[in-house]
């Protein structure tokens, strides 16, 4: 199993990226997927959920209405759009694979995304 | 949604038992999870669904729940322990996941 997110970088306040995380050693298309982030120095924060078709999406209410989650099956890609950042959004973001029971099997090495004037 | 509180830091000599636990309010049923997170690393599962080892996990690394309290109890700690330990929980009602805010385990 491998998951590899991309498109971190350095932003200012207010704008926009979309995060990317390629997957590949396990059947991308039957399992749900989820983003994670965590601040420099702070802890781990659940960010959102996606089915494995795409038809449930759900956030947690610090990003609601500013973050969007998104899959591709045929490209084994999950996308987190990420809208309207603050500094509060600086952190680096985590995408991994559901597991049964309601936690998570497998991570990725992560994406930095800083925001800053 | 629910809260899950951890003490913030443990310490304990190699060889010795170390106990993190993971607390909170309304939550006597529910299934902890825990994370080992290595310093620059991403985080590892070491124990699923209160007391469940995956694959790869020593079997010094143990968990349990009783009432509303869930206990990650490691085994003749070793140097290479030293690390944040996340607990977490599903809450089935809302379809979100919840992080305690992690222990740091020092080990003497």
Request: aromatic content about 0%; proline content about 5%.
């Given at each position: 199993v491998q998951l590899v997110e991309s498109g971190g970088g350095v932003v200012q306040p207010g704008r926009s990226l979309r995060l990317s995380c390629a997957a590949s050693g396990f059947t991308f298309s039957t399992s749900a997927m989820h983003w994670i982030r965590q601040a420099p120095g702070k802890g781990l924060e659940w960010v959102s959920l996606i089915s494995y078709d795409g038809t449930n999406r759900d956030y947690a209410d610090s990003v609601k209405g500013r973050f969007t989650i998104s899959r591709d099956n045929s490209k084994k890609t999950l996308y987190l759009q990420v809208s309207s950042l603050s500094a509060e959004d600086t952190a680096m973001y985590y995408c991994a694979t559901d597991r049964e029971g309601g936690s998570f099997d497998f991570w990725g090495q992560g994406t930095l995304v800083t925001v800053s004037s | 949604s629910h809260v899950v509180t951890q003490a913030h830091s443990v310490s304990v000599a190699p060889g010795q038992t170390a106990r993190i636990t993971c607390g909170g309010d309304s939550i006597g049923n529910i299934a902890f999870h825990w994370f080992q997170q290595r310093p620059g690393q991403a985080p590892l599962l070491?124990?699923?669904?209160?007391s469940d080892r995956p694959s790869?996990?020593?079997?010094r690394f143990s968990g349990s729940n009783s009432g509303n309290t869930a206990t990650l109890t490691i085994s003749?700690?070793?140097?290479?322990?030293?690390a944040d330990y996340y607990c977490q929980i599903w809450?089935?009602?809302?379809?979100h996941r919840v992080f305690g805010g992690g222990t740091k385990l020092t080990v003497l």
């Open positions: - | 070491v124990i699923s669904n209160n790869g996990i020593p079997e003749r700690v070793e140097a290479g322990d030293e809450d089935a009602i809302s379809d």
